[in-house]
């Protein structure tokens, strides 16, 4: 077989699923209703603008995404553990499938499983037609995968829209929620902005350096090009861009609204597999395209940008997360603060390279770990036949249900970064870098502001264990669901695995 | 036996484990094993008695690699300082689990299972010689005594248990990223990544950077101490917490701080510790003088016992900085007394908390009528506490008095004495009034009439306690023969580093440098062998001072006065890293 087709077969594998479960979708569904009415029932049905779900088939479908999606998972690990692609697989100039981009494979479809593990229940409840959800999902989650391995401002472009358009999709997905909506609309209009201004400042690369190809811009602006103002000027347009998909101050407006109103494991799949493709293009990028001293040092290249950008997002997101009373609005804040200490890693890779991507792909795993935990167990949480969202609700649910509270917990100290949870070994190999290549201010920044963390992290726990409910009062409960307890033991499992063995994944 | 320590670490964590698997109702049954577990794992200490302590070298020495990739390994060992406090761990925690049988009403199988954990955290922190190692426990502690206080304290319980988890992670944060910066110095010089500390303790870091770290280190040790001012966090604590988890706070916890000063702090970064001791040693007399007269205005007896913990190891951090071989001895000789006695007096405010629901001293008076045994055992314990020769108190209080009377290191180190000094008599007010006020005088409270006096369960854990602060007043050289070869090897080191750093700062301590200690030479070859780079001609061996100087005490020579011929170089070519041989022969340059 080609080795062009074997190193892209996890994403070929995602799509083929997501086509397939299309098809099918569509050929099961009775009476016309078919995977296509997500366009036509906004225009023409009433008060509740969606088809009931066809329950008989409820486990099935996100039984069928999640396992298409964690055989991606699985096969992109085996290539990495393997090294079957060496020093990369290069496909047109426009892909390359090393191992960086099989790493990221790896976690956008491992977020993805686990939001699909996550969201039969949780759409059953809402009552919301699912035929689309995981298609859209799993066609996202091919644009991620197409983002981390993609090698040219095109295909980045490409990859990027698929990626965000699916998201845009899945956070307007409670259609019967204005929240669902404000949030659909408030994401799109600024990802729209974002990715205009993303395109300009590729367009400005590219005519300045005649290149499309990250490589080929490396090389033109390798010499004296490097500092003339358009160059600049366009890449502060793409950092700009960039700065927005992963929601760094004060790019993130959008991320509070878009969390809280979208679906819980859309919200999940947005902290965790955007934020990890995201990332993983920009290191590529910013490493190969724009390493020339004067774009990344300072006074005025990507690095210092970024060094001020996180530090900014760490102290803002922190800060913010205290004042929240709503779960998810918090989670939002805290994966904010998380994309500050990410930024740590990618600007310290103007020193060492390779120990910050390695830094920085491992922080992500933990953090997508950690956090796609918390929202399924947020996911799983209804009370009087709502989403329970508000953190006074989840008062005693440690008491009444001690394995999900205690895993709860564990997930939050491991955001939190405390040993021996995976958290703290993502932090651990971040600051280590950033100390060795001369940032330790940043890491004491960052040490500082993951104090402030502490606050709200154990603030959940306190209300979940330290606080009663009231008598009389409707109590929170999770749904019984037997994906959802998977996705939580897995999560859960690779919490502590990332932290108490995090060496063959380190090596 | 092979792997002791790793077996006295996991005992604790494997019975937590399955104490999760009774039943909840199961209270008898649970105790048992605990009391089972917890007697073993003392017994299982025991054991350690066995090394060798004469040299003050590590015993029991375990080293697995954990990962690799970042020089972190799975490296233990116990010296003649963690001997104790590891037996002071284990010792204690048998008499907590007891204690805990009645004051405990719901959710046994969780809280037992919290001091557990604590109890591997604690221990894995005391015998940890990789500083990532030590860093996970000490972070680890956090948790479990978090729920401790959170979950089975008392009315304020959240806000204390929120304010002790804060306070600590604010100093544990910066002393992480300070690891880290040691680590990536030590990569600098060998080209080695290791978190081992015997390694890591080989580097003398140029002043400046010393200061930053040392100030790292000292914040999170401090607050753990805590030091004055820091100290907020700990009345609270203390009040809130159950007795079992305020005598493990009192007993452990608070020793970790001093433990990590003498550890980690002092030998990793000897010129700041020995710049910035004088300043620490004066917190720590504010410490004991402050601690002293709050803990006298205090209504609450267990908030009382609280602030007098402030007051003695405001003693105990005096000791480590006179760097006296008598006073560090004394300093980890009140470490372990404080545990007893300390411990002690919260297991006493326990039995009457017990008793009353309240710890009012205004609500008690004339106990000595209707509870004899409780009052005399009460009367002991506060001798002890006072520091009354024959008690264990004495031993430690007047080495250390001893120790700083005739310190060289720090300033007027007799009036310091003098000052700690008071602390000893005020201690003996504020103690002696609450017995006096508690015990003596009329029955006036008639709900205090009908109290019964100590049960059989009471005595069983108080006995132990009894017998420890006789046994350590009457007989301190089995402890002290085994402390004093370690803190002596100890000093050696931390004084040649400081003064090594001292003389060489002129000529090059821009940068660091690598220095073996004479007594590692076990441990060279875990580390690959140092790039040994001569120092530059026109320094020669007269930039390391030849064999052991004695320190210009009370006046260093300022950084700025250059002797002649020493001036400092333009930095080119880049630095010199002075590598004294192993062999002892410490000339330097080849």
């Given amino acids: 077989m080609n080795a062009n087709l074997i190193a892209l077969s996890p994403i070929l594998l995602v799509v083929a699923g997501a086509a397939g479960m299309l098809f099918v979708d569509a050929l099961l569904q009775k009476g016309g209703k078919t995977a296509g009415s997500l366009f036509r029932s906004v225009n023409s049905k009433g008060p509740r603008p969606f088809d009931p779900p066809d329950r008989e088939s409820i486990p099935n479908r996100g039984i069928v995404s999640a396992s298409v999606l964690a055989a991606a998972a699985v096969l992109s690990a085996t290539m990495w553990f393997g090294d079957f692609v060496g020093e990369g697989v290069g496909i047109t100039g426009a892909l390359l499938v090393d191992r960086l981009a099989l790493f990221g494979f790896m976690l956008c479809a ?33 644009g991620a995968m197409l983002l981390c391995a993609s090698t040219s401002f095109v295909m980045f472009f490409v990859a990027l829209e698929t990626l965000s358009l699916g998201v845009y999709i899945l956070t307007g997905f409670r259609r019967a929620s204005p929240l669902s909506t404000e949030g659909a609309v408030k994401y799109f209009l600024l990802g729209a902005f974002a990715s205009a201004i993303l395109l300009f400042g590729i367009a400005f690369l590219y005519g300045e350096t005649g290149a499309h190809t990250f490589d080929g811009v490396g090389k033109a602006l390798s010499g004296s090009a490097s500092s003339r103002p358009l160059v600049m000027l366009g890449m502060g347009l793409v950092l700009v861009g960039l700065a927005f998909k992963v929601s760094a101050v004060p790019f993130h407006m959008w991320t509070p609204d878009a969390y809280q109103g979208a679906p819980t494991p ?242 | ?168 992670m604010v100093g544990s944060a910066l002393m992480f990223v300070a690891i880290l910066y040691l680590v990536s110095e030590f990569k600098g010089l060998t080209d080695v990544t290791t978190f081992s500390y015997l390694e890591l303790r080989r580097v003398i870091l140029p002043p400046a950077v010393q200061w930053w770290l040392f100030l790292a280190f000292a914040l999170s040790f401090a607050i753990k101490v805590p030091l004055w001012p820091l100290h907020t966090w700990l009345p609270d604590a203390h009040t809130e917490a159950p007795t079992g988890g305020s005598v493990i706070l009192a007993g452990v916890l608070l020793k970790m701080g001093t433990y990590g000063f003498l550890r980690f702090a002092m030998p990793l970064f000897p010129h700041a510790s020995h710049e910035l001791g004088p300043t620490i040693a004066v917190l720590a007399l504010v410490g004991i003088v402050f601690g002293s007269l709050v803990a006298w205005m205090q209504k609450d007896v267990k908030k009382l016992v609280a602030y007098s913990s402030v007051a003695h190891l405001g003693f105990c951090m005096l000791g480590l900085f006179a760097v006296e071989n008598r006073a560090l001895a004394g300093s980890v000789y009140q470490m372990l007394n404080h545990g007893v006695s300390t411990g002690m007096l919260f297991l006493l405010v326990g039995v009457i908390y017990e008793r009353r629901h309240t710890r009012l001293i205004s609500e008690f008076g004339g106990l000595a009528k209707v509870m004899p045994a409780y009052a005399a055992v009460f009367v002991i314990v506060t001798l002890s506490s006072v520091g009354l020769p024959t008690t264990n108190g004495f031993v430690g209080e007047f080495l250390i008095l001893w120790g700083t009377f005739t310190s060289k290191v720090l300033p ?113 070859s875990i580390v690959a062998a140092p790039r040994a780079v001569p120092l530059p001609k026109k320094l020669g061996p007269a930039g390391l001072p030849k064999g052991p100087r004695p320190l210009t005490l009370g006046k260093r020579t300022p950084i700025s006065q250059v002797p002649p011929g020493m001036e400092r170089k333009p930095k080119q070519p880049p630095l010199p890293q002075a590598v004294i041989p192993a062999t002892g022969a410490q000339g330097g340059a080849p």
């Fill in chain 2, 1 to 168: 036996m092979a792997h002791l320590l790793t077996l006295i670490i996991l005992v604790p964590l494997v019975s937590g484990l399955a104490l999760l698997f009774f039943p909840a109702g199961a209270k008898r049954a649970m105790y048992v094993f605990a009391m089972a577990a917890s007697l073993g794992g003392f017994f299982l200490s025991m054991g350690l008695l066995g090394g060798d302590y004469t040299q003050g070298q590590f015993q029991f020495v375990e080293r697995v690699s954990w990962i690799p990739d970042f020089g972190i390994s799975y490296f233990v060992g116990v010296d003649g300082i963690t001997l104790w406090l590891v037996l002071l761990t284990t010792v204690l925690l048998p008499i907590v689990v007891l204690s805990s049988y009645e004051y405990i009403k719901d959710r046994i199988r969780e809280y037992l299972f919290s001091l557990f954990l604590l109890q591997t955290s604690m221990l894995g922190a005391f015998m940890a010689l990789d500083m990532f190692l030590f860093f996970v426990f000490w972070e680890l502690m956090l948790v479990p005594m978090y729920l401790i206080i959170g979950i089975w304290g008392g009315e304020r319980r959240i806000y204390a248990t929120v304010k002790f988890f804060i306070y600590t």
């Fill in chain 1, 110 to 142: 491992l977020g993805g499983t686990l939001a699909s593990l996550m969201s039969s229940s949780y759409l059953y409840e809402l009552d919301a037609d699912e035929g689309q959800f995981y298609p859209v999902m799993m066609l996202a989650t091919s």
């Fill in chain 2, 412 to 524: 007027h180190a007799r009036y310091m004495a003098m000052v700690a000094a008071t602390g000893v008599i005020l201690g003996a007010v504020y103690m002696l009034s609450v017995v006096l006020r508690v015990f003596f005088g009329a029955l006036k409270n008639p709900r205090n009439r009908d109290l019964t006096d100590l049960t059989a369960r009471e005595w069983l854990y108080l006995i132990p306690g009894i017998v420890l602060i006789f046994v350590m007043g009457l007989f301190p050289t089995p402890f002290l023969e085994r402390i004093e070869p370690s803190v002596e090897l100890m000093r050696m080191d931390y004084l040649q580093k400081a003064e090594k750093a001292m003389g060489v700062e002129q000529a090059v301590l821009a940068e660091p440098l690598l220095y073996l200690l004479p007594g590692d030479r076990r441990f060279e």
């Fill in chain 1, 266 to 507: 859309a919200t999940s799949y947005m902290a965790g597999v955007v934020k990890v493709a995201a990332f993983v293009t920009m290191m590529r990028l910013f490493s190969t395209a724009l390493m020339a001293p004067a774009l990344a040092g300072p006074p005025f290249g990507w690095a210092s940008i970024l060094a001020i950008l996180s530090v900014a997002t760490m102290f803002w997101g922190n800060m913010a997360a205290l004042r929240q009373k709503n779960i998810k609005r918090m989670l939002a804040y805290s994966s904010i603060a998380h994309a500050g200490y990410i930024l740590i890693g990618v600007v310290s890779m103007i020193k060492m390279k390779e120990a910050a991507i390695s830094g920085v792909l491992y922080y992500l795993f933990t953090y997508l770990a950690a956090n796609a935990g918390a929202f399924t167990i947020v996911s799983m949480a209804v009370k009087d036949g709502a989403e329970a969202n508000e953190i006074e609700e989840y008062r005693g649910f440690g008491r009444r249900h001690p394995l999900l509270g205690a895993a709860m917990a564990v997930f939050l100290l491991s955001m939190l970064g405390l040993p021996p949870f995976a958290g703290f070994f993502g932090k651990l190999a971040i600051f280590s870098t950033a100390v060795q290549s001369g940032l330790w201010l940043m890491a004491v920044l960052g040490m500082i502001a993951s104090v402030v963390s502490a606050y709200y992290y154990i603030g959940i726990v306190v209300v979940m264990f330290m606080r009663e409910c009231e008598e009389g009062q409707p109590v929170v409960v999770p749904v019984r669901s037997g994906q959802a307890i998977a996705a939580v033991i897995f999560a859960f499992l690779l919490v502590l695995q990332l932290g108490l063995f995090p060496n063959p994944w380190l090596s």
